[in-house]
């Protein structure tokens, strides 16, 4: 494995998409118990903290020379990551109770236009993308409960999520919904 290791994380560190793909699939279950394990918090939370991570470690991998050598490296980085996350948070809910604290918060308008484009937008998608936006975003299931139960892995679930909610997006700047 110390060769595969070495490979892989070269190839990363010279920008190769298919090395990257590859990590990324064999190391987001991982990464995602990591932060979690670091920071105790939500879902969504863990899952922002392993998008930073990932940016910050195909900024600055270097080649390692063995399995344990990697995961100590990223276990590293994803604590120093959520660390940050958490700093930031904290002086941001600072910020925004000193502001509040002067002035009553207004509710947001009711787009009910952009509702109903949501909604005309999403059941032109494929029947089982729209059941995962509805398990995800209707019934408000972790990954990993959607992923258990249909069969899939945490980050299958997640990318085809992605995947779905950028395309959304893409047609919502199309169409002057944003």
């Given amino acids: 494995m110390l060769d595969g290791i070495s490979r892989l994380t070269a190839a990363m560190a010279a920008g190769e998409p298919g090395a990257i793909e590859s990590f990324y699939r064999s190391y987001f279950d991982w990464l995602y118990r990591q932060a979690l394990q670091a920071t105790g918090r939500d879902e969504s939370f863990c899952l922002d903290v392993v998008q930073e991570a990932v940016l910050r470690i195909l900024r600055t991998i270097r080649r390692a020379q063995s399995e344990a050598q990697l995961r100590a490296w990223l ?42 484009w949501l909604e005309q937008e999403i059941a032109q998608l494929d029947p089982r993308l729209v059941e995962l936006i509805d398990m995800r975003f209707g019934r408000g299931w972790t990954l990993a409960r959607i992923g258990s139960v249909l069969g899939l892995s945490t980050s299958t679930v997640n990318g085809r ?9 893409h047609r919502a700047r199309e169409d002057g919904h944003v």
Avoid at 81 to 104: F, I, N, P
Avoid at 161 to 169: N, V, Y
Wanted: aromatic letters at 2%; a positive charge; charged letters at 35%.
């Fill in 75 to 116: 276990r590293l980085v994803v604590r120093t990551t959520a660390y940050d996350m958490l700093k930031s948070e904290g002086r941001r809910e600072r910020r925004e109770h000193v502001a509040a604290a002067g002035r009553q918060p207004q509710p947001p308008p009711e787009d009910t236009q952009r509702l109903q």
């Fill in 161 to 169: 999520l992605r995947r779905a909610l950028r395309r959304l997006s």
